[in-house]
């Protein structure tokens, strides 16, 4: 009896010192998602479960880092040639597929082909520069893209590419093995992975009924990581309220203009928005310039306004924010739905936690303008800032850009959110990146 | 319209039995509805109490809360500055559902039921004159509900800051959701300012529109297409507790009523009718007896009785009856011996009549001879010539009256075939116009009569007979005209003369077998023609005036 305290002392030492010791290969991982789990074929980006399901299957040529800029994925490197026009991207020679085929670069062209004919934001920025002949495999290694003029961040795009072999294969670092739709989802390490094999032999994705299960599921230990719970987090995301001006009671710009001036968007922050930073700019916070509350406006707003809310965004935010719209004069109708269906919601006004397909700045304002077309002068702002190379410009016209796309009183930003995911203590290694996705394949275990 | 004692006797059951039934049921009916109304009254009186007592007992316990928290926990926890999470923790403690600090401004500076309300102006609702009552803008998911609720307030002191501490407890579908069962009403809250209940999920009220309950506080209502009665009780100023109940019990208990009011009539119809048939048989099966008894004495069957079942007066009936047919029966035995005794007479009478009138000419006429033989032998030859034709002569009319009578008693039965009436009469006034004399005979035969189904000789022998009266009838000589015409279902031949006619007496007489108004006639003649036409299934009439001659009519059946 006497050993035991030296014994229990001995190991509260011990345990830090195994974590010193660097990542371990091996164990089960589990990841609690809230709402059941988006198909593995299907996945978009729109979702934290879609977000983490494509980082753990899909690869792309290149990747995005947290300033923006391309980093290497199954492309080794990248050279441009014809002032711009043309990027020669080569094949890392060690990039296979999960059916241990090699990547080469006829499977790339099929597959950015594929992509282009896609419409999400990133793809058609991309299609709509490319020349005729804008995507070749000169021979198996490299992959070419020839722009009609060059443009800012041409690989950009790229990370949103998923490349699979003619197969079907795909190269992401965990390979599917089995899927219970909706509720589970089972993957194990990928060894031959381009950037090396997992540390974690096996993950599973698994569905969770509520906020409240995910939370005692950590706690529990029934789960090893919990989506959009606290821990560790990034800035990734933008709480957006997208007002429709099709819709009669929103129609009048200045009734948009006073729903903007009527959300007090710091006490949202500072009460409702643990880690949140409020924000004027449609910009991420490393481009967007520091920006003031908006004019206040005494008008009064009347009407029935329907609300369609991302289940992403915290419900005591949502309550704020209608009781905001209710001080106004507006009767608020609020409709609860998952992240994709809100995002493309026909309601009158759409409450989302905004997360860019493709973290780039002018990727980022594309894919913002698709949320409020016809917009007068934003289509030549964003052209403006894709054709700027150089810095200081480049920044001034996007810029612009987002204040061509924030004049219409359209799109309103309310803060950057960070996207989080809850880890149990000895789990290392997990992060989120910048296109708030949760990355695994660098997390370990302590044993 | 002719009823029958047995439907009499069915429909006075019927009309005893069933009216008391229903009375009785109408009764009950009444009785159950006035004992329905009173429990109704009673049950909706409960459910409000109950409300009541639940609400005040809310009250208090929100008051004694409230205070506890604004005098003794408030002052304690000076120093911890701006607790958003403050409302919370004390509402969880104190179980309060409904716990906001208010300050000085009106901004909620802390509230457990909305804290996303946290730092925005207090926009409760409220009722006139009352602060008890309130809507609370609530935490509802994503949005922002509006929920009654029941509150205290009491003024405190919040880290030096002067605060008021509301709290209290949510009125809902669940709070108010068991106050009727034990009466078995539904019962839900009125907001009268905004026109909003707070009800059960299911409750029948959340759907009604009452009207001003202030004036009017009971009643009944048609509540999600059934009936309800309901009674009000305020709250506050507008705002009321209802309670209702169904009327769907008060029909469940009439309606059984009227189902076994229904059963028992059938029963009790069932019963009268039986009752009924028994009862008519036993008396009217005596007197149908009677009745067609009678029938067959009307029809001439004297031997008909009926049983005699009984020693009631229908017993009698039927002793008298059979007493009466009895008393036929012997009285028709002596007719028929008075009657036959009375035509031997009449024949004997009718016999010797005829008979004398030839034997005597004879008896005179063979004493002439014997006298003539004794007195005068020379000249016996020359008389006896005489007398001997005369004698002749009445043994001729001898020989006729017995031929007459023979033919009378051996009329043959016809033989009918198709035969033409117009050949018929042609044939007899062939056989009879040689002794026409001064007698013109005129014929009217209608064209295309068609066949008749008659006995040809027998026919013809009545028509000669008739043919023979006419020409006898004018000796002085006349006109005889013969018709014939078709009828309907019918052939008619009438055969007139122009002679003296024929009295009333005679008329009547006419047919009468012997009666003859002629000198050496039988009086067979007609009886024989109304023999004939009467075996052809026809009829003959006679008109007739004095002085203005007589016409005979004969229809026969047409053939079918």
């Known amino acids: 009896m006497r050993r035991a305290p030296f014994a229990l002392a001995a190991l509260a030492l011990v345990a830090p010192g195994w974590a010193a010791l660097g990542p371990r290969y091996g164990g089960d991982l589990t990841v609690a998602a809230v709402g059941p789990l988006p198909r593995l074929a299907t996945a978009t980006p729109d979702s934290a479960a879609g977000r983490l399901l494509t980082s753990l299957t899909q690869a792309s040529l290149v990747g995005l880092g947290l300033d923006g800029l391309p980093v290497p994925a199954l492309a ?15 094949l890392d020679e060690e990039a296979r597929f999960h059916d241990e085929v090699k990547v080469t670069a006829a499977d790339a062209v099929r597959s950015l082909q594929t992509f282009l004919a896609r419409a999400s934001p990133s793809a058609r920025a991309l299609a709509a520069r490319l020349a005729a002949d804008g995507v070749a495999a000169p021979d198996s290694g490299h992959v070419v893209l020839r722009l009609r003029e060059p443009f800012a961040a041409p690989l950009a795009p790229l990370a949103g590419a998923w490349i699979t072999g003619l197969a079907g294969a795909e190269a992401g670092p965990f390979i599917p093995t089995y899927e219970a739709p909706g509720s589970r989802v089972a993957l194990t390490a990928f060894a031959s992975h381009v950037r090396g094999r997992p540390y974690f032999d096996r993950v599973a994705v698994v569905a969770s009924a509520d906020e409240e299960h995910l939370r005692a599921g950590l706690a529990t230990r029934e789960s090893d990581v919990a989506l959009n719970a606290p821990g560790v987090s990034a800035l990734a995301g933008t709480l957006l309220l997208v007002l429709d001006p099709r819709q009669p009671v929103l129609a009048d710009r200045e009734a948009r203009a006073a729903i903007v001036s009527a959300l007090d968007v710091d006490a949202i922050v500072k009460r409702f928005l643990p880690g949140g930073v409020a924000t004027r700019s449609l910009l991420p916070l490393a481009v967007a310039p520091s920006s003031g509350p908006a004019a206040p406006s005494t008008r009064p707003v009347s009407g029935v306004l329907a609300l369609a809310v991302s289940s992403e965004v915290p419900a005591l935010v949502s309550q704020r924010v209608v009781a905001h719209l209710d001080a106004l004069g507006l009767h608020v109708t609020v409709r609860v739905l998952d992240p994709a269906a809100a995002r493309c919601s026909d309601a009158a006004g759409r409450l989302i936690v905004f997360v860019p397909e493709v973290p780039e700045p002018t990727l980022t304002l594309r894919e913002l303008a698709l949320l409020a077309p016809q917009v007068a002068g934003a289509e030549e702002a964003l052209a403006e800032a894709e054709r700027e190379a150089s810095g200081q410009q480049r920044r001034a016209a996007l810029e612009k850009a987002a204040a061509a796309l924030l004049q219409d009183k359209t799109l309103v930003p309310l803060a950057a959110v960070p996207l989080s995911a809850g880890v149990r203590p ?19 275990a302590v044993p | 319209m002719k009823i029958r004692l047995r439907a009499r006797l069915l429909l006075a059951f019927v009309l005893v039995a069933v009216p008391p039934v229903a009375a009785l049921a109408l009764l009950e009916g009444t009785r159950v509805s006035r004992a329905y109304q009173a429990t109704a009254v009673t049950r909706l009186e409960s459910a409000l109490a109950t409300t009541r007592e639940r609400i005040e007992r809310l009250a208090a316990r929100a008051e004694a809360r409230v205070t506890t928290i604004a005098t003794l926990e408030l002052p304690a926890m000076a120093g911890s500055e701006g607790d ?5 923790s004390l509402g969880a403690r104190h179980d309060l559902a409904v716990l906001e600090f208010v300050d000085a401004r009106g901004l909620v500076l802390s509230s457990r039921h909305f804290p996303a309300g946290s730092g925005l102006p207090d926009h409760d609702g409220r009722f006139p004159g009352n602060d008890t009552f309130r809507i609370e803008r609530a935490a509802g998911g994503y949005a922002v509900a509006e929920r009654l609720a029941l509150e205290a307030s009491h003024p405190a002191l919040l880290r030096h800051e002067r605060v008021t501490v509301r709290g209290g407890s949510f009125l809902d579908g669940d709070t108010i ?4 069962l034990a009466a078995q009403a539904s019962v839900a809250l009125y907001d009268a300012v905004r026109r909003r209940w707070t009800a059960p999920p299911d409750s029948p009220l959340a759907s009604w529109s009452p009207g001003d309950l202030d004036a009017v506080s009971a009643g009944e209502t048609l509540l999600a297409g059934r009936p309800y009665r309901w009674a009000a009780s305020p709250l506050c100023p507008s705002l009321f507790a209802v309670a209702a109940v169904p009327r769907s019990d008060l029909d469940r208990v009439l309606g059984a009523v009227r189902r076994d009011t229904l059963a028992i009539s059938a029963l009790a119809l069932l019963f009268a009718l039986a009752a009924a048939t ?17 029938e067959r004495v009307a029809g001439g069957d004297l031997a008909a009785s009926v049983p005699v079942a009984t020693s009631d007066e229908i017993g009698d009936l039927a002793r008298a009856f059979n007493a009466m047919t009895g008393e036929l029966r012997v009285s028709r035995a002596r007719l028929i011996q008075a009657e036959r005794v009375a035509a031997w007479r009449e024949m004997a009478r009718r016999l010797a009549h005829e008979l004398k009138n030839p034997i005597f000419p004879i008896q005179v006429s063979l004493d002439t001879l014997r006298r003539a033989l004794e007195r005068d032998p020379q000249g016996f030859a020359t008389l006896f010539r005489e007398t001997s034709a005369t004698i002749l002569e009445e043994l001729a009319t001898l020989r006729r009256i017995v031929d007459d009578f023979s033919d009378f008693a051996r009329m043959p039965q016809p033989l009918l075939a198709a035969t033409d009436l ?10 009879h116009r040689d002794r026409a004399g001064p007698v013109t005979i005129a014929t009217s035969l209608a064209p295309g009569l068609g066949p008749l189904q008659a006995d040809r000789d027998l026919l013809s022998r009545a028509l000669g007979n008739l043919v023979a009266n006419a020409i006898e009838a004018m000796p002085g000589g006349g006109t005889l005209r013969v018709r014939t015409r078709a009828e309907p279902e019918a052939q008619v031949v009438e055969v007139q003369d122009t002679g003296p006619g024929l009295s009333e007496e005679q008329r009547t007489r006419l047919f009468t077998p012997y009666y003859t108004t002629k000198k050496g006639g039988t009086g067979l003649g007609l009886a024989i023609v109304q023999g004939i036409v009467s075996d052809h299934g026809g009829r ?9 001659g007589t016409v005979f009519a004969v229809t026969l059946p047409a053939a079918k």
């Open chain 1, 426 to 444: 000895g789990i290392e290694g997990v992060r989120i990146d910048a296109g708030g996705r949760v990355v695994l394949e660098d997390a370990w």
């Open chain 2, 540 to 548: 003959i009439e006679v008109r007739s005036e004095p002085g203005a």
């Open chain 2, 422 to 431: 117009n050949a018929v009469v042609e044939r007899a006034l062939a056989l």
């Open chain 1, 76 to 90: 080794r490197s990248w050279t441009s040639a014809a002032g711009g026009r043309e990027w020669i991207l080569a």
């Open chain 2, 177 to 180: 959701g068991d106050l009727g």
């Open chain 2, 278 to 294: 028994f009862v008519s048989q036993r008396l009217a099966r005596p007197i149908h007896d009677v009745a067609t008894g009678a």
């Open chain 2, 84 to 88: 958003p999470a403050l409302a919370e």
